[in-house]
């Protein structure tokens, strides 16, 4: 339907009253300032606000899941080491492999990674496939060990740099659907709004912050004869019929990484102790946009509709994080062959802190657009600190080590369930209750072989990381996949002498996770991911 005039809103930090203004030849609701009502928005959105974005066992796992593989030589092995490796691998898998050591030596490494996604968006008989890929060139590590000197066993000392984690990667789809809309899921349930009334009329005021933001910029509405007809929910969605479309870019981007400081001795003949005393510090950033089109025109004013033309929601956070831990190994020698080795790695404390923020533009046919969002003050924006205590890692591993050839074990326990979220301002029993429930323990394994040809070494490796959720059954509300992360590696080392070797490493990981752009709404869409990581290391190190 044609209108007279064109409108363009831009709501700041405000909370707007319910009042009826003519717009061309139909009419919508304008709402004007309340301080009052802004200020207990404000501080509820404050509350709420770790339930819409990293407070829950999934983002603890992302903070918190490596790589098995750490230098240029140990990935070609797979990135075991719990039985003892001679590079600054061993800070982070077992300290005690330091006195292995047979000289003082310095290296680093480059890197270089690819993650692919292969994804299928569906709801109801609609399917498409997308593919997006994402690359980086960073440094992987910087390690210096000394060997410092002794009339007897072995007594090393190291430091190292190591990136642990790399969170790049892109999901990109899109999509017709014609069962449900992102408006439906920006409706409140009874329970999250309050209708209110005083000498100007009636307003609604919402505890949950994203059906605020909806309200503001027209994505719902309140409805006044839903309302005297006393229906518990008296708002309607923007869009109410028809076909839109849905497309999103969905970006993930950052790095955990680890500073470590060891020392290891021979605590007697052929048995070794460590420890090593670590800092992971990262920064995690995740940035999505979502669009949403009334391609045919189906809500055009007419027939109960509005004249809905397209909305984009965009929103993100960004996650600062530092923390300290502490590592204890020991590696035994059974005979001058075979070696046994065991790590114990205490909990990480992370103080994180995340800024987050929302922006909502809803557009309609005659050009009217109401955009809400992006100012310091606005509701679905701000600052949150908290404190993610991660599990108790448990690590065994076996070697046999002859004159050419290598083959290493290794097993590590972690408890995912034991995560806990802490913060002075925020109860988050109910969320440390949910991890509890849904995450298990996991015994993760790995294997790496390598053999020597003079001053050419050959490496191979794979790993298993099983999925650390608890079974569940798939329903179209919630999709579940299985998790499980494996690994292949392939690598090659070369001596061009004593003093001087360099190596290369190269392993893939394969996972798959399901995405889901908005849920609580029956057959909301689902993105099926199938990620696949390449990651290349080459590093180069010097003996003295």
């Keep these: 339907m044609a209108r007279k005039d064109f409108l363009v809103v831009i709501i700041t930090n405000c909370k707007r009253r319910i009042q009826v203004m003519q717009m061309g030849n139909n009419i919508r609701m304008s709402r004007l300032t309340v301080l009052s009502a802004v ?35 140990n990935v070609g092995i797979g990135g075991v080491g719990y039985a003892g490796v001679r590079d600054g691998a ?100 009874a329970g999250e709004f309050e209708i209110l009334e005083d000498d100007q009329g009636l307003f609604p005021e919402f ?7 909806a309200f503001e910029t027209f994505a719902i509405d309140f409805d006044q004869d839903l309302f005297n007809d006393g229906d518990p929910v008296p708002f309607l969605q923007a869009v109410r019929a028809g076909t839109v479309s849905q497309a999103s870019r969905v970006r993930e981007s950052g790095h955990m990484r680890e500073f470590n400081f060891g020392a290891a001795y021979e605590a007697a003949n052929g048995v070794f102790v460590g420890a090593s005393l670590n800092i992971p510090y990262g920064t995690y950033t995740f940035a999505r946009v979502f669009d ?40 035994g020698f059974v005979s001058p062959e075979i070696r046994l080795g065991a790590n114990v790695e205490t909990p990480t404390s992370l103080s994180i802190e995340e800024s987050f923020s929302t922006i909502l533009e809803t557009a309609f046919d005659n050009g009217d657009q109401f955009i809400y969002g992006g100012q310091i003050d606005d509701e679905g924006q701000g600052v949150f600190k908290y404190t993610l205590t991660t599990p108790w890692r448990i690590g065994v591993g076996a070697a046999y080590e002859g004159q050419r050839f290598m083959a290493m074990l290794d097993l590590e326990f972690i408890d995912w369930s034991s995560m806990r ?34 001053k050419l070494a050959l490496r191979a490796g794979l790993g298993i ?48 996770e399901i995405y889901q752009p908005y849920t609580e709404v029956d057959g909301a869409p689902i993105v099926a991911e199938d990620h696949t990581r390449g990651r290349l290391l080459a590093g180069l190190t010097l003996v003295f």
């Design 421 to 454: 979220f802490k913060s002075s301002s925020i109860l988050f029993s109910e969320v440390n209750s949910r991890i509890d429930q849904q995450l298990r323990s996991v015994v993760n394994g790995r294997l790496g072989l390598q053999y020597r040809l003079d």
């Design 39 to 73: 200020l207990v928005v404000v501080i509820w959105s404050q509350l709420v606000a770790n339930e819409i974005y990293a407070q829950t066992g999934n983002d603890a796992l992302r903070f918190t899941q490596r790589f098995p593989g750490l230098t240029a030589e």
């Design 292 to 331: 949403e089109d009334d391609i045919f025109d189906d809500n055009n004013g007419e027939n109960g509709t509005t004249d809905f033309d397209y909305l984009t929601h965009t929103d993100g956070f960004k996650s600062d994080m530092i923390g300290v831990n502490g590592r204890l190994g020991v590696i």
């Design 90 to 189: 061993s800070m982070v898998l077992n300290p005690a492999g330091l006195g292995l050591a047979s000289a003082s030596t310095l290296s680093g490494s480059l890197a270089g990674s690819r993650a692919e996604n292969s994804s299928v968006y569906s709801v109801a008989d609609f399917s498409s496939k997308s593919t997006s890929d994402v690359s980086e060139f960073t440094l992987g590590n910087i390690s210096y060990i000394y060997k410092a000197p002794t009339a007897r066993g072995s007594l090393v000392f190291g430091v190292s740099f190591h990136e642990i984690t790399s969170w790049e990667r892109l999901l990109e789809f899109n999509g017709e659907n014609s069962i449900n809309s992102i408006t439906d899921y920006y409706m409140p349930v």
């Design 465 to 512: 990381s099983p999925d650390p959720h608890r079974e569940a059954t798939s329903t179209g509300v919630n999709p579940a996949v299985d998790q499980e992360r494996n690994y292949f590696s392939l690598g090659l080392g070369y001596r061009f002498s004593p003093f001087i070797h360099a190596d290369i490493g190269w392993m893939v990981e394969q996972y798959d």
């Design 207 to 213: 505890s949950r912050t994203l059906s605020f933001i």
